[in-house]
């Protein structure tokens, strides 16, 4: 799937530039096992599950970090066609509408447009994963008690650029011929989350018929 969503997609049109494993880290082999799992062709159920003797947060922590850069690539590659007169409301659809909330310019849930609601998910999620003390990357270092609560967060965001993106611009990503790309890539996220209980179910609502 990697291979195909870099021939598929303009990895040029990516919103920030792609955080990487640093070889030789235990998170850069973790990265490679996980990688290595989706080309061999296996069940992606079978793929998302915890490798035996493994950190479960170290594998949260790959997992986050890789959907952060697929997604990213995904939606930067068809972000012309979302724009702010096109989608002047970030929403799934006619029933669910999402707002901004952070801990510094937003403090209460503020109505933004898609692309904005976009910028500022993709500011968010790279100064997280770029914070040493949520995301350690030293040998030793121990993820925060919260370190789980967090991801719940920042995978709960994505999962709403997945909505947005098959409500409001599926049409943009078939004629890419790339649908089957996406596809892959969110059931994989969707298998993931649901292995480690990550997203409130409700969450997953405005996908359910996709889904089942």
Known sequence: MALCLKQVFNKDKTFRPRKKFEPGTQRFELYKKAQASLKSG???KAVVQLPPGESINDWIAVHVVDFFNRIN???GTMSEYCTERSCPIMSGGLKYEYRWQDDSKYKKPTKLSAPQYMCMLMDWIEMLINNEDI????IGVPFPKQFQQVCTKILTRLFRVFVHVYIHHFDSIINM????????????????????????????????RMLQ
């Open 42 to 44: 296996l069940d992606l």
């Open 73 to 75: 690539l995904i939606y």
């Open 135 to 138: 995301f350690p990357t030293r």
């Open 177 to 208: 011929g790339a649908e089957a790309h996406v596809n892959t890539c969110y059931k994989h996220f969707y298998y993931f989350i649901r292995e480690f209980s990550l997203i409130d179910h409700r969450e997953l609502e405005p996908l359910v």
